[in-house]
């Protein structure tokens, strides 16, 4: 089992910046893939980012691209999500998730373990 736990999100103002994390702790391993998804009421998961955990090859959804960074350190088990020019439409609860394998893959029904999820509110 993988434990996931974010933290970060909170309330900014449009064109503000948020750097949310996402501390993996229990079996974890090199091989896993791990993402960031976002979610609004009555609406289905959203990709937002993918890393691998071992090559730090990473992919952002065409709509953060530029504006939001995907990282990890391998030392501290620890995936960031550094988001900069947030924009209204931002807001959601964002979710960590964590697969095994190295495929970058932007389904959320692919991905393994999941965190309780962080709340992001961007206001105009």
């Known amino acids: 089992q993988v434990q996931l736990v974010e933290s970060g999100g909170g309330l900014v103002q449009a064109g503000g910046s948020l750097r949310l994390s996402c501390a993996a702790s229990?079996?974890?391993?090199?091989?896993?893939?791990m993402a960031w998804f976002r979610q609004t009421p009555g609406e289905e998961r959203e990709f937002v980012a993918v890393i691998s955990w071992s090559s730090g090859v990473m992919r952002a959804a065409d709509s953060v691209k530029g504006r939001f960074t995907i990282s990890r350190d391998n030392a501290k088990n620890t995936v960031y999500l550094q988001m900069n020019s947030l924009k209204p439409e931002d807001t959601a609860v964002y979710y960590c998730a964590a697969k095994t394998g190295p495929a970058s893959i932007s389904t959320a029904a692919r991905y393994d373990y999941w965190g309780q999820g962080t709340q992001v509110t961007v206001s105009s």
């Open positions: 229990g079996r974890t391993s090199s091989s896993y893939t």
